[in-house]
């Protein structure tokens, strides 16, 4: 089992940027493809990037493509998201999670087994 815990939400103005962290406790961090998924209020939780196990490979939403950056220390334990250029339509709790099986191009909430407990990220126009 792995336990999950996001930081680093907070207010930022649009075009503003910020990082998210993920701390994973339990069993080897390494064995788990990490995802990033959002939920905004009133809507459905939503992909947002994933990255492979050694960190070679990642996949992104369009909707965050060439502005969001997901990363991993494998040694520490830790999972980041690095988000530039926010958007108002950023906004939205922010969550970890953690998957097994085998690595793919597009991911679901039923996908993922473990889960962090969000932080909300608002992004003021």
């Known amino acids: 089992q792995v336990q999950l815990e996001e930081s680093g939400g907070g207010l930022v103005q649009a075009g503003g940027s910020l990082r998210l962290s993920c701390a994973a406790s339990?069993?080897?961090?390494?064995?788990?493809?990490m995802g990033w998924f959002r939920q905004a209020p009133g809507k459905e939780r939503e992909f947002v990037g994933a990255?492979?196990?050694?960190?070679?490979?990642?996949v992104y939403a369009d909707s965050v493509k060439d502005r969001f950056t997901i990363s991993r220390d494998n040694v520490k334990g830790f999972q980041y998201l690095e988000m530039n250029s926010l958007k108002s339509e950023d906004t939205a709790v922010y969550y970890c999670?953690?998957?097994?099986?085998?690595?793919?191009?597009?991911?679901?909430?039923?996908?993922?087994?473990?889960w962090g407990q969000g932080t909300q990220v608002t992004v003021s126009s």
């Open positions: 999670a953690a998957a097994g099986g085998r690595w793919r191009q597009k991911w679901a909430p039923s996908d993922y087994t473990y």
């Open positions: 339990g069993r080897p961090f390494s064995s788990y493809i």
């Open positions: 990255i492979i196990w050694d960190g070679e490979s990642t």
